[in-house]
């Protein structure tokens, strides 16, 4: 009685865990949306490189909180709870991103949209 009781504790947590972690690898489902409305036409390069990236268009490693370049200006012009139901505020602080070059570190450095034009993904690929 006190071993299956252990097992179904132990199965229990598992599962919890399992479910816990799962989250950390999904980007904000509305930022994430209307970043594929503005620039990820069917059949496009960059549609491609979006599928298989998902969340590592803004992000990277396995951490929600480690962001790329690009995710980095998102996050700081938007809130994710406030503003994650806002679509106005979200499309106006992509637009300001797309504006941004990708390395201010390096003169002349394509800006993020620029990068988006050419069919690739703003922040890179993941490592």
Do not use: W
């Amino acid at each position: 009685m006190i071993r299956s009781s252990r097992l179904a504790c132990m199965v229990g947590v598992g599962v919890a865990l399992v479910a816990f972690s799962a989250r950390d690898a999904f980007a904000i489902k509305q930022f994430f949306d209307e970043f594929k409305a503005v620039y990820v036409k069917d059949g496009s390069p960059l549609a491609a490189a979006v599928e298989a990236e998902k969340c590592n268009v803004c992000h990277m490693g396995k951490s929600k909180k480690d962001r790329n370049a690009y995710g980095h200006a998102l996050a700081e012009r938007l809130d994710k709870k406030e503003d994650k139901e806002n679509t106005a505020k979200i499309r106006k602080a992509l637009e300001e991103v797309a504006a941004l070059p990708s390395d201010p570190a390096k003169p002349g450095s394509p800006t993020f949209g620029a990068l988006l034009k050419e069919g690739k993904l703003p922040g890179g690929t993941a490592k």
